[in-house]
């Protein structure tokens, strides 16, 4: 077994290689509350979350079903305790008041709460479909992304090259429900065990190495996986905790610089080590022959393929790519071209956008296999599992694609329903109520919608380079709600539709770090995966069709707006929700 001191040298040449990824992914899994909860003390400065009073204490919470809220609950909710930080709003304060990725034990208390104050049956029954989508999101998104970051930092270990497109690694081998099903069940036994003191810390050990065996074989069976964790921690569970151990110092100078030093270094230089000593059990494991063993099979994560075994299985790919190079479409010229390559937005017929495109493909396939080729990339032909799909089913998910008029006029109302649909959704849960949320009366807040396709827009020219539009997505974004709110509080003497004072990292209550970061996510997500899936449903639409359905939501959304310039929709939840939060917990006594 390698010493402590082996590890992490291991662990920091890993980080070296590809620091500036491993610091991204980690800060977006604190956010999910998936992990890293140590790096979020920074935002209790001002939250003031250990007192027994506070707005979001878990004791609180739970004491609100069916109790009378104590009057110091509400006398304490705009309590300011420190003028630099934000206080007890946001996800942020869920996050800070979950264990692990608890927060959907919150969400879920808070929904019995409106459920139990609702004498609406259809509230009701809305406020358990949010609950859903809740659970949905904590189901499938922050359990598996424990497992892709592991997946990373597995990959990082031997390969100097991370693709981004590992995101959806779980995806393209058909694996993802499958991993959401053995992370869940691993929480389950984690729950049961925690009811037993001695036993929650033993199972927490035993259990450590359960998300990169399933990182590793996605494909094992969740009861297997979890075994095969027990089994291969057997005579190292005390290691595991001196290891832990060792990082006390980091942990300290955390809590000292508010989770700063976390965010930048300790976090992965963590999980970097932690890779170490499950790649090193894993290594004695084989060599002792445990049972179940065999089935941690991923070879080629461990070691470069030979330039025989490349060429074996990429052979078609390398041919296919020198016949289309010589095959390339000329570059579009004129105002039209001008805008296409700009913007990706194009009025061409869709013959030549699909040929431009395809030739556009194939240099970026050009780029990506060029580094696995030459071993710098994880050959994902080589896992154990194959991919079903098929070489078209690339091209059939170009993210460097350029949109119709049509398209983007039809993104926008979407993902514009979608936000809307969201946030209704938060507020029932929270709430018990129904909210028409935003300035407008229909079922639409355009914020949402402008944010994705300015950054599908404006960023487009950037979109091959994923961590460079990150950066941009965050600055064009936060730009963007800012000037937004500051447009609509002059317009309309003051009246404010959000209002982010008390949160961590605020600009004049008008944008917070949490609300950027949110945007940021799902703009990422939005402009890499959701936009060209539904995209390629838009492109089946005929034109005769999709058209006139474009002129009809301009219409009604034009006239929605003119109407509410004048009759802005405002009211409980809408542009007075935090006196109205006070007036119902007051109302409860």
């Known amino acids: 077994m390698k010493t402590r001191k082996e590890l992490k040298k291991l662990a920091k040449k890993n980080i070296k290689t590809h620091y500036a990824l491993f610091v991204l992914i980690c800060i977006v899994s604190s956010f999910l509350s998936s992990e890293f909860l140590g790096s979020n003390y920074i935002f209790r400065a001002r939250e003031n979350i250990f007192p027994e009073d506070s707005i979001l204490s878990v004791n609180n919470v739970i004491n609100k079903i069916g109790e009378i809220i104590p009057q110091e609950y509400i006398d304490g909710y705009n309590k300011n305790v420190n003028k630099i930080f934000g206080r007890q709003d946001g996800i942020f304060s869920d996050i800070i008041n979950s264990v692990q990725s608890g927060r959907i034990h919150i969400k879920i208390i808070e929904g019995i709460e409106s459920i139990c104050h609702s004498r609406n049956v259809g509230i009701s029954i809305l406020i358990v479909l949010s609950l859903l989508l809740f659970f949905s999101v904590w189901y499938f998104v922050e359990n598996v992304y424990k497992v892709i970051l592991r997946r990373f930092f597995l990959e990082g270990r031997t390969y100097e090259r991370l693709s981004f497109h590992r995101f959806g690694f779980f995806i393209k081998i058909k694996k993802w429900n499958k991993v959401a099903f053995s992370m869940f069940l691993l929480t389950i036994y984690k729950l049961l065990w925690s009811l037993t003191i001695i036993g929650g810390i033993i199972k927490r050990y035993s259990y450590y190495l359960v998300p990169y065996i399933i990182a590793e074989n996605p494909d094992i069976d969740a009861k297997v996986a979890i075994k095969l964790s027990r089994t291969m921690m057997r005579g190292y569970k005390f290691k595991c905790f001196v290891l832990e151990l060792s990082f006390f110092w980091w942990n300290l100078l955390g809590f000292l610089t508010l989770g700063i030093t976390e965010i930048f270094i300790s976090n992965v230089y963590k999980v970097a080590t932690f890779t170490e000593f499950y790649a090193e059990i894993r290594r004695i494991a084989k060599n002792e022959k445990l049972h179940n063993v065999d089935l941690l099979n991923d070879k080629y994560l461990y070691e470069v393929a030979s330039v025989e075994t490349i060429n074996l299985s990429y052979g078609d790919i390398i041919k296919d790519i020198r016949l289309q190079e010589e095959n390339n479409v000329e570059e579009p010229k004129g105002i039209r071209g001008f805008i296409a390559k700009i913007f990706g937005v194009t009025t061409f017929s869709n013959e030549y956008n699909k040929s431009y495109e395809s030739s556009q493909l194939v240099k970026q396939k050009k780029k990506v296999y060029k580094s696995i080729i030459e071993g710098k990339e994880y050959p994902i032909r080589l896992f154990p599992i194959k991919p079903t799909e098929k070489a078209r089913r690339f091209e059939r998910y170009?993210?460097?694609?350029?949109?119709?008029?049509?398209?983007?006029?039809?993104?926008?109302?979407?993902?514009?329903?979608?936000?809307?649909?969201?946030?209704?959704?938060?507020?029932?849960?929270?709430?018990?109520?129904?909210?028409?949320?935003?300035?407008?009366?229909?079922?639409?807040?355009?914020?949402?919608?402008?944010?994705?396709?300015?950054?599908?827009?404006?960023?487009?020219?950037?979109?091959?380079?994923?961590?460079?539009?990150?950066?941009?997505?965050?600055?064009?974004?936060?730009?963007?709600?800012?000037?937004?709110?500051?447009?609509?509080?002059?317009v309309f003497n003051g009246t404010q539709w959000w209002n982010y004072t008390g949160y961590f990292i605020n600009l004049n209550g008008r944008i917070c770090a949490e609300g950027m970061l949110v945007f940021v996510i799902g703009g990422m997500a939005f402009v890499y995966m959701i936009a060209p899936i539904i995209d390629n449903m838009i492109r089946k639409i005929k034109k005769e069709i999709l058209i006139p359905i474009c002129i009809l939501l301009i219409l009604v959304f034009s006239m929605d707006f003119l109407y509410s310039v004048k009759n802005p929709n405002t009211g409980k939840g809408i542009t007075d929700y935090a006196k109205i939060q006070i007036e119902d917990l007051t109302n409860r006594e």
Not at 402 to 407: I, Q
Not at 455 to 464: A, C, E, H, P, V
Not at 467 to 474: A, G, Q
């Open 398 to 490: 170009n993210y460097l694609r350029w949109y119709s008029v049509e398209s983007v006029v039809m993104l926008f109302f979407i993902i514009s329903f979608v936000g809307w649909l969201w946030e209704v959704a938060i507020h029932l849960v929270i709430d018990g109520r129904f909210v028409n949320r935003g300035m407008l009366h229909g079922p639409w807040t355009p914020i949402y919608g402008c944010g994705c396709i300015f950054i599908l827009m404006l960023l487009y020219r950037f979109r091959k380079s994923p961590v460079k539009h990150f950066w941009l997505t965050l600055l064009t974004c936060g730009t963007l709600e800012y000037f937004t709110s500051y447009a609509l509080e002059k």
